[in-house]
């Protein structure tokens, strides 16, 4: 039985298969569903879990290279949400770019986990490293 880290076999089964350079996705509660991708939903209520919460439990155990979010994620969120969601990235090459460009890097992408963040534009594509 496992004690400590990520608990869920589902995502760790989905992290156990990607490799260098493949991506996954961690998204929020209104991101658009990917029937060609493996989906692991977390969502529970509103904000639980966050983007935040997943991505600190993923980063224990997995290299992150790169990362890339929607530009409009800085236009609609206040300065603390976007700190905090740099302090998350810290060490990260982050790429911000147009939500219609991100996107269309999702169907490239091992994996999407959902959660049930309500921050805008939280979604973002994680490269392995």
């Known amino acids: 039985m496992l004690i400590r880290g990520i608990l869920n ?6 992290l156990a298969r990607v490799r260098h350079t493949n991506t996954l996705v961690i998204a929020d509660r209104g991101f658009p569903f990917w029937p060609q991708i493996e989906t692991v939903d977390l969502s529970l209520v509103d904000g639980v879990p966050t983007v935040l919460q997943v991505l600190a439990a993923v980063r224990a155990n997995f290299v992150v290279t790169d990362a890339y979010m ?9 300065p603390a949400t976007r700190r905090a969601f740099a302090r998350a990235l810290a060490g990260v090459k982050l790429a911000h770019e147009p ?22 534009y939280a979604n973002m594509i994680l490269v392995s490293g």
Do not use: M, Y
């Open 9 to 14: 076999p589902h995502v760790l089964s989905l």
């Open 70 to 78: 929607a530009g409009e994620f800085l236009q609609h969120n206040q």
């Open 99 to 120: 939500h219609v460009e991100f996107k269309q890097r999702v169907p490239g992408a091992i994996g999407l986990i959902r959660t049930g963040d309500t921050v805008q």
